[in-house]
């Protein structure tokens, strides 16, 4: 057996909400929407990984979800125009990432990262 995909499924009563920030902010397509669920993603291939962590790093909390980007200081620029808060970061970490936190619109922290160059 091989596993495919992971699929980090949030609770909330308005599904729709989702749209402005993975959508509009974060660049993802909506890759299905039945009303109850909306899924976004890319048609990128992406690595199956599952984290599990006792802290975030550098002293962080542990974030719902990580979401590696092409350009980490593009998606804080659109983060901070659209008035999210930014709740750590941006910082240069010792293990070669540059990220942030934010909360989504269902209040999950979100760690926005990419590998630095190098």
């Known amino acids: 057996m ?3 995909r992971i699929v ?3 609770a909330t009563d308005n599904v729709a909400a989702a749209a402005a920030f993975y959508r509009d902010l974060l660049g993802l397509e909506l890759l299905m929407d039945h009303g109850w669920l909306a899924t976004y ?8 990984q599952v984290g599990v962590a006792s802290e975030g790093g550098s002293g ?3 974030p719902d979800l990580s979401i590696e980007v092409d350009d980490v200081d593009e998606a804080l620029a659109r983060m901070r125009a659209a008035g999210i808060a930014i709740e750590y970061g941006p ?7 540059r990220r942030f936190y934010v909360r989504d619109p269902f209040g ?9 160059p190098g």
């Open 8 to 10: 980090a499924n949030i």
């Open 108 to 116: 999950r922290l979100v760690n926005i990262l990419a590998h630095r």
């Open 91 to 97: 910082a240069d970490e010792p293990w070669g990432v």
């Open 41 to 48: 993603g890319s048609g990128d291939t992406m690595r199956v």
């Open 2 to 4: 091989k596993v495919k």
């Open 60 to 62: 962080t909390p542990v």
